[in-house]
């Protein structure tokens, strides 16, 4: 059975622009996040005039660099050059799991939390922006695990998102997205060794609403998943669905049909199923994967992480919803 791999890093705090480039129309600033800190970049349309709205990307689990390379995939490059194309500046930098991930020990990665691999950055990134004179709102985009963490940033730092926009997501916790993920790979088992699945899939089941139930001096001597279950238990404090019915600031929802790794049931239905304030826009494209994408992937790809291999692009109607919504 496939296991779920979670990133691992640190993060903190500022930031300064080092270089700028120009390419196809639009500028591209070298900056720095953090300390010690993280290469990134800032795409700028080279022809507008400031101060622009501004978006910071935020990926999802693993150690993604700052396009999010997938296979032949580059979503947040897509995002980056398609957005700073439509009047959105777009800042993007490589995750603390892809530059710093070998400093952590096994003894760190006991009490390592969402905070530490992506929040702290994110913030950072944000605070960047809110200084850079050219740019007059800041808006906060993510992906995958970065959409579920999202609301919750939002909230911790009132005053530095304009508005959130969420791909990919799911008000679903980090656990019960593996244990779906793992379900439906014990589904498409030959029969007899779908049984053998169901049975470890019981074990899981267990181990998860233990962690859940267990204190958070217990949770840090867990683990779930065969991974540290403090990251886990953690980022189950927060209610992604909860948060987005307090926020007062607007939110765009965004999910695909296509999507194996959050499929329907818990991201587009598990959206539509809460009482969402009007501030909350939700949009569903079922042609589309996790990525946003839609591939003319080999039918033997089709519905696995081999379809990322298809070189692909997002899709452009994805590109200008968002930035109807930044620019409205």
Known sequence: ?????????????????????????????????????????????????????????????GPNDRDETLGQTKMFRDLADG?????????????????????????DLKTFTVAEESIQDAAAAAALLRSDPRISQVYLIGHSMGAMIAPRIAKEYPGLFDGIILLSGTPKTLGDI??????????????????????????????????LNSSEEEAKKLTVFGQPGYYFWEMARYDAGEILQTLDIPALLINGGRDFQVIDADGID????????E???????????????????????RGTIKEYDTPCHISQEIIAEIAEFILK
């Open 83 to 107: 957005l700073a194309e439509k009047g959105v500046a777009v800042l993007r930098y490589d995750k603390r799991t892809l530059i710093y991930g070998s400093r952590y020990t096994q003894e």
């Open 178 to 211: 593996v244990l779906s993920q793992n379900q439906a790979i014990v589904d498409a088992l030959p029969q007899l060794t779908k049984a053998i699945g169901q049975i470890q899939m019981q074990g899981l089941r267990k181990e998860w609403e233990n962690l």
């Open 1 to 61: 059975m496939k296991r779920f791999f979670i990133a691992v890093l640190c993060a903190l705090m500022l930031v300064s622009s080092i270089a700028f480039c120009e390419t196809d129309g639009l500028i591209e600033e070298a900056v720095s996040i953090g300390d010690p800190a993280l290469p990134g970049t800032l795409t700028l349309p080279g022809n507008a005039a400031s101060p622009l709205p501004a978006a910071v990307l935020l990926h999802g689990s």
């Open 270 to 277: 598990a959206w539509n199923a809460l009482r969402l304030p």
């Open 279 to 301: 501030n909350v826009r939700v949009i569903y494209h079922p042609e589309l994967n996790h990525l946003l994408m839609n591939p003319d992937a080999p039918e033997e790809a």
